[in-house]
């Protein structure tokens, strides 16, 4: 009976460990900080924002328009088209910086990659909705989507924090 009651408190799937070994407990990886994960998650979004508007300007050549979207955005400011693509950089660095650090602990590039990609696209699209909504000039959605997808693109090159 005593055979029996131990036979039960025993997992199936547990490999019995030898008696003289002693177990062995492996440190836990050093997680990288905060600050660390942001400032990649600026330098990426920075590179992001300037490639998700020479993507969007490609793109809305394939849909039949040509406009050179930065220099919209920089005449939007009173300045030429490095004003718009320094605002692209700002811009991308800023929401690089905060997505980096959502992401941080995602382990699958996939995974990061699609929820990166389609979090700046959803931001985007709410952005361009809310310029539609108080009868504001905008930037054509598609290509902007595509380049905002590149943002989030870039950004989830950022490492894990954990390897």
Not at 57 to 69: C, E, M, N, V
Not at 105 to 119: K, P, T, V, Y
Not at 126 to 146: E, F
């Amino acid at each position: 009976m005593a055979e029996r009651d131990e036979e039960l408190r025993e997992s199936w799937f547990a490999r019995r460990a030898p008696p003289d070994s002693t177990p062995s407990v492996l440190p836990a990886p050093r997680e990288r900080s905060r600050s660390a994960t942001w400032a990649l998650g600026a330098t990426t979004g920075a590179i992001g924002g300037v490639a998700g508007i020479f993507l969007a300007t490609w793109a809305t050549s394939k849909f039949g328009a040509t406009l050179d979207i930065a220099l919209r955005v920089g005449r939007a400011l009173g300045q030429g088209r490095e004003a718009g693509l320094a605002v692209a950089a700002i811009v991308g660095a800023l929401f690089g910086g905060v997505l980096a650090l959502t992401i941080r602990h995602g382990r699958r590039w996939i995974g990061r990659l699609i929820f990166a990609s389609s979090a700046c696209a959803t931001t985007w699209f709410c952005v361009h909705i809310a310029l539609l909504s108080r009868h504001h000039a905008t930037l054509p959605l598609l290509p902007m989507l595509i380049g905002a997808a590149a943002v989030g693109a870039a950004v989830a090159f950022v490492p894990p924090a954990r390897s």
